[in-house]
């Protein structure tokens, strides 16, 4: 007897649960449909504003800095934001400082070996934009070392 009253409280919980999930999904397929008929009264509105606020604010300068990309603003940006970081980040060309005939090779190999689209008059501007605001470093990783005590290591 026991056994068959807890069988059924179990069945009733197992009846409960089910009727919350279909009740929970058809809540859910109708906030669909609706927001399907009629956009505007999607539960996602607000973030959708939100979202569309980022895309248009993605190339403002601050501090002349690019925001998303981080590259300095100069005559050319934008050629270099559109071509170059398509396909790798800024900070992969701003970390090879080269100069005009570096880079002309280096987009000449990216041609040939990366399927690097030909840039035509873009070219110029890209290597004229990188050379002038990120010219060859002529100092290494770090300093030379000097005054340096050496020491021999013992075995």
Not at 14 to 36: D, P, V
Not at 62 to 69: D, K, P, Q, S
Not at 92 to 108: P, S
Request: include cysteine.
């Amino acid at each position: 007897m026991k056994r068959d009253e807890e069988f059924f409280k179990k069945i009733k919980k197992a009846e409960k649960t089910a009727q919350y999930a279909m009740f929970f999904t058809s809540l859910a397929t109708i906030l669909l449909l609706l927001s399907i008929y009629d956009p505007t009264l999607s539960i996602f509105n607000s973030q959708e504003k939100l979202y569309e606020e980022v895309l248009v604010d993605e190339d403002r300068i601050e501090n002349g800095i690019h925001v998303r990309t981080g590259l300095k603003d100069g005559k050319g940006l934008m050629t270099v934001v559109n071509n170059c970081t398509n396909c790798h980040s800024a900070k992969l060309v701003t970390q090879n400082r080269m100069n005009a005939e570096r880079w002309n090779e280096t987009i000449k190999w990216m041609q040939e070996k990366q399927n690097l689209w030909q840039l035509g008059e873009n070219q110029e501007i890209i290597v004229n934009y990188l050379v002038e605001n990120y010219p060859v470093n002529q100092i290494g990783r770090r300093m030379t070392l000097s005054n340096i005590d050496w020491y021999e290591l013992k075995d």
